[in-house]
């Protein structure tokens, strides 16, 4: 009997499938995540190791592997919710098919979110993960530079937080939520803390890290940034989200002193999204710190092409550290004279 064969019978959704290869001092281990209803991969990753002690490698598999499956599960759970509900929801579904909107990561999904989860508390107003996902949504629109009214939203975005930890106090995205809505709301020790316990309570939770080195970054620690947010990185590589991500951490190797790191960062957010206009802004400076002038003129040439907006997630930096916010626009002015 086969596993997916074996996880229908005991009536599993979901089946993790893996080999490992032993080639001298270097592991290579494959998983799969996979859909036992039909066999469909959800997710998969192949790991290249050094051989050392056989449980801390364990532990980096399983951690990298738990970080990594939790974001897929979550954005195929939605999606389907989104397929396949029609008529009269559940508050529950409201979420998860705000999820679907959520991870398209545009404005009008966004906004289209925002709707469905603010609906959901309205409906049950005791579901943790309708609040949890309204400030989720909320910072996120602040962040993008989608917000008519981002002090409102902010607002609306931590108190939604707020009231889920206080519903489940031990759900890390409660946390995280609250830590990304104070990042955005000006209050970056505030969202340290609550991006702490957020690890605490999940180790391999990987927006926690990535949290806490957006928060460090805001309370004007770059260096002390770039560690978490390499590392939630790390766990959750496949994010459409990690396009601000990568942005950050590219911020954070810069100000550090870091520019040929942050470059390469930078490229790797320009990947992710050929179009995304600060990512320019971000190749711009680090060419600039670099000395690239040729490079830094192109950059800012393409930026200026662009209709996206700004880098507004780097407002709550620019806000609460002037000398950054006079350096950054200090290479861009160089760039485009």
Same mark, same amino acid.
């Given at each position: 009997m086969d596993a997916l064969q074996a996880a229908r019978e005991l009536g599993a959704r979901y089946v993790l499938q893996g080999s490992v290869r032993q080639s001298a001092?270097?592991?290579r281990i494959a998983a799969q995540f996979v859909d036992a209803s039909d066999g469909s991969n959800v997710w998969a990753e192949r790991y290249d190791l050094e051989m050392a002690d056989v449980f801390a490698i364990q532990d980096?598999?399983?951690e990298?592997?738990?970080g990594a499956i939790e974001p897929e599960l979550l954005k195929t759970e939605s999606h389907l919710a989104a397929m396949r509900h029609t008529g009269n929801m559940t508050a529950w579904d409201l979420v998860r098919q705000g999820m679907w909107h959520f991870h398209k990561v545009t404005r009008e999904g966004h906004l289209a979110a925002r709707t469905l989860f603010r609906r959901a508390c309205a409906i049950d107003p005791d579901l943790s993960e309708s609040h949890i996902w309204l400030g989720r949504v909320s910072a996120g629109i602040v962040a993008y530079g989608w917000s008519d009214a981002p002090d409102a939203d902010s607002k609306e975005g931590a108190d939604a937080a707020a009231h889920a930890i206080t519903l489940d106090p031990r759900d890390p995205y409660?946390? @995280?939520?609250? !830590?990304?809505? +104070?990042? @955005? =709301? =000006?209050a970056p020790r505030v969202a340290v803390s609550a991006a702490e316990k957020a690890i605490a309570l999940s180790s391999s939770f990987a927006l926690g890290h990535l949290v806490l080195g957006l928060a460090r970054l805001f309370a004007? &620690?770059?260096r002390e940034a770039i560690e978490p947010l390499e590392h939630g990185l790390a766990l959750n590589p496949n994010d459409p989200q990690n396009l601000a991500? @990568? +942005? &950050? &951490? !590219?911020?954070?190797?810069?100000?550090a002193g870091d520019a040929e790191r942050a470059l390469a960062t930078a490229n790797k957010a320009l990947a992710i999204r050929p179009t995304f206009r600060p990512t320019f802004e971000t190749l711009t400076c680090c060419h600039i710190a670099l000395g690239n002038m040729d490079a830094a003129r192109q950059c800012a040439s393409r930026m200026n092409e662009l209709g996206e907006p700004q880098s507004h997630f780097l407002a709550p930096l620019k806000e609460?550290?002037?000398e950054?916010?006079?350096q950054i626009s200090q290479m861009l002015d160089r760039a485009r004279a």
């Open positions: 001092l270097r592991l980096e598999i399983a990298r592997v738990a409660a946390h @995280y939520a609250f !830590a990304i809505a +104070n990042a @955005y =709301n =000006n004007g &620690l770059a991500w @990568y +942005n &950050l &951490l !590219a911020h954070a190797q810069l100000l609460l550290h002037p950054w916010d006079e």
